[in-house]
């Protein structure tokens, strides 16, 4: 089970963390996604942690302003969302997925566990 929180109402250049607890005791061998859906759009992959080799992937959307970690002891992915814009305003999902590369991370198909969401919105 993925839970997030952290989600809210901001203004434009402001900053936000989100936050998805899991409560799967294997944490620490699934690599981790944070996908968001606009209204009215498809969902898009936004950022990935994978769990070999702690890399992190972005979209380029994002890329310089948003930053994904994680805690495996908390069993908690984050992310930071710096200089947040209206275009940012969606739902924040997060997903767990046991393949580790860039291809596998960037293919909502290939996660197995999703969270409800969270919603950010973005105020200009």
């Known amino acids: 089970q993925l839970v997030e929180s952290g989600g809210g109402l901001v203004q434009a250049g402001e900053s936000l963390r989100l936050s998805c607890a899991a409560s799967?005791?294997?944490?620490?061998?699934?690599?981790m996604g944070w996908f968001r859906q606009a209204p009215g759009k498809e969902r898009e992959f936004v950022a990935a942690?994978?769990?070999?080799?702690?890399?992190?992937y972005y979209a380029d959307s994002v890329k310089g302003r948003f930053t994904i970690s994680r805690d495996n002891a908390e069993s908690t992915v984050y992310l930071r969302m710096s200089s947040l814009k209206p275009e940012d305003t969606a739902i924040y999902f997060c997903?767990?997925?046991?393949?580790?590369?860039?291809?596998?991370?960037?293919?909502?198909?290939?996660?197995?566990?999703w969270g409800q969401g969270t919603q950010v919105t973005v105020s200009s």
């Open positions: 997903a767990a997925n046991r393949g580790f590369s860039e291809v596998d991370l960037i293919d909502e198909d290939r996660y197995i566990y």
């Open positions: 799967e005791e294997t944490f620490r061998i699934y690599s």
């Open positions: 942690n994978s769990w070999i080799g702690n890399n992190q």
